[in-house]
């Protein structure tokens, strides 16, 4: 019974600290290797999803748009592929200068991104 409850603990406390880090991305060099297709809006007002790129995986928080890339498709939450169409992709975004500006403007393609 110990044993049991030690792993229920143990395995709630991996589930947070997992969690509370943000969306840590790679891009793959594949479209059949992605989890989710993505196309790079010129305006704001096109995307789904403005995006900011944090430049460490601790700023990266949930799944608002605070982005950090990993440079191992094994340490990442989600793998992208960058589509040269808007019509090929699941999710248009938009790159922002402030992490202030991160949104989801379409929220339901937020399922995406879980």
């Known amino acids: 019974m110990k044993k049991f409850i030690g792993i229920f603990i143990l395995?709630?406390?991996?589930?947070?600290?997992?969690s509370s880090f943000g969306q840590k991305v790679y891009s793959c060099d594949s479209k059949y290797d992605?989890?989710?297709l993505v196309y790079v809006a010129d305006s704001k007002y096109d995307a789904d999803l403005i995006v900011f790129n944090c430049s460490s995986k601790y700023d990266a928080e949930g799944n608002n748009g605070l982005w950090f890339f990993v440079d191992s498709k094994y340490?990442?939450?989600?793998?992208?592929?960058?589509?040269d169409s808007k019509y090929d992709a699941?999710?248009?975004i938009y790159f922002a200068d402030s992490k202030y500006d991160?949104?989801?403007?379409?929220?339901?393609k937020k399922h995406l991104f879980y």
Request: charged letters at 30%; hydrophobic letters at 45%.
């Open 11 to 18: 395995s709630g406390l991996l589930s947070i600290s997992l």
């Open 102 to 108: 991160v949104e989801w403007r379409n929220s339901e």
């Open 34 to 36: 992605a989890d989710v």
């Open 75 to 83: 340490d990442a939450d989600k793998k992208i592929f960058f589509c």
């Open 90 to 92: 699941d999710v248009i």
